[in-house]
C-alpha cells in the first residue's frame, strides 16, 4: 500500500520527519539546519556552511576524524566538527587573498585558537558600512559569538569529499543560538 505524508508547501517539520521514518522501505530519515556564518580568528576570515544534525546522526554519516571528538549532546553550547577542506577557506581581512588565491594557508589551529562567529551576517556588514536596521535607525553590531571545536575531519585541504566543506554541528544547540540571534527578527526554521 501507498503511504503519504502531507507537509504544508513551505516547510518540513519535526513531526513530518517522524512520519517520514515510519514509511516501509524507509531505513532512516533525520532533519538538517543548514545555516551560514562569518568565522573571525587571528585576522583571517571565511564564510562558512553550517549544518546541525543530531549528535548520534553525525557520527552516522561516516565522517571520520583526525583530531578531537563529535561535540557531546546536550553540552549547553555550540561545538563543531569542521570539514578537512574549510581550513583553505579563511583569508585574510585586509588582503583579501586566502590559500586558493595565493597557496598561503591560514595560520589559524582549529582545534585551539579561539574562534567567533557572527551569524546575523547582514547586520554586521550594515554595520561596518554604516548602514541602518530594517527600522531605519543605526546598525548595531550583531554579537560574536566564540565557537568550542569539537574536532576536526581526517584530510588534508585538497583531499576532497563532499562533506569537506561543511562545519558540522548538534542541531538543537544551533536551533537555540539562531533563535536567539534573530528574536527580533524575521526568520524562519526550515527543520
Request: charged share 25%.
Amino acid at each position: 500500500s501507498e503511504t503519504q505524508v502531507e507537509a504544508s508547501q513551505d516547510h518540513l517539520d519535526d513531526d513530518i520527519v517522524q512520519e517520514i521514518k515510519m514509511i516501509e522501505h524507509v531505513k532512516d530519515a533525520y532533519p538538517v539546519l543548514e545555516t551560514e556564518a562569518l568565522a573571525l580568528a587571528g585576522g583571517y576570515q571565511c564564510y562558512l556552511s553550517l549544518r546541525g544534525v543530531s549528535a548520534e546522526k553525525m557520527k552516522d554519516l561516516g565522517i571520520t576524524l583526525s583530531e578531537g571528538n563529535f561535540p557531546e549532546p546536550g553540552a549547553g553550547q555550540l561545538q563543531v566538527v569542521y570539514g578537512n577542506m574549510v581550513i583553505g577557506e579563511f583569508y585574510n581581512e585586509k588582503s583579501g587573498q586566502g590559500y586558493w588565491y595565493n597557496g598561503e594557508m591560514a595560520d589559524i589551529d582549529l582545534m585551539n585558537d579561539t574562534i567567533m562567529y557572527v551569524f546575523d551576517v547582514d547586520s554586521y556588514y550594515e554595520f561596518l558600512w554604516g548602514g541602518t536596521g530594517e527600522d531605519g535607525a543605526a546598525a548595531v553590531m550583531p554579537k560574536k559569538r566564540i565557537v568550542s571545536t569539537a574536532g576536526v575531519m581526517a584530510g588534508g585541504v585538497e583531499d576532497y569529499n563532499s562533506d569537506g566543506y561543511y562545519v558540522f554541528c548538534d542541531l538543537e544547540e544551533l536551533r537555540r543560538i539562531l533563535k536567539k540571534e534573530f528574536k527580533n527578527k524575521t526568520y524562519q526554521f526550515l527543520i
